[in-house]
């Protein structure tokens, strides 16, 4: 069974930073593509960011980019979310989520689409 917890959320000011991680087990972590995703109160949760099996890919919406950078420790069976300069728009239910490989187009990454694993998020709250 794959278990997926998210932490390191909570309550900042806009212009701070947070960071988020993300351990999973039950699967083999290392083999696997991972995203962060995010929803706000209604609205639909958005893939934030990814990043391939080996780490040597990534991809992030335009909103975050330059802000947010993803990472992974496969030692620890870890996905980071290193987020600084923090805007009340990011305000949202963070989660991880396992992904299928993607893929490459010219040269730029395509996040694969999550595999259905869900843990229960990080609130992440950006006052301003």
């Known amino acids: 069974q794959v278990q997926v917890m998210e932490s390191g959320g909570g309550l900042v000011q806009a212009g701070e930073s947070l960071k988020l991680s993300c351990t999973v087990n039950g699967l083999t972590f290392k083999h696997k593509a991972m995203g962060w995703f995010r929803q706000a109160p209604e609205k639909e949760r958005e893939r934030v960011s990814c990043?391939?099996?080996?780490?040597?890919?990534?991809s992030y919406i335009n909103s975050v980019k330059g802000r947010f950078t993803i990472s992974r420790d496969d030692a620890k069976n870890t996905l980071i979310l290193q987020m600084n300069s923090l805007k009340p728009e990011d305000t949202a239910m963070y989660y991880c989520?396992?992904?299928?490989?993607?893929?490459?187009?010219?040269?730029?990454?395509?996040?694969?689409?999550?595999?259905?694993?869900w843990g229960p998020g990080t609130q992440v709250t950006v006052s301003s």
């Open positions: 989520a396992p992904l299928d490989a993607g893929s490459w187009t010219n040269g730029v990454y395509n996040c694969g689409r999550d595999l259905g694993h």
């Open positions: 990043i391939n099996w080996s780490g040597e890919s990534t």
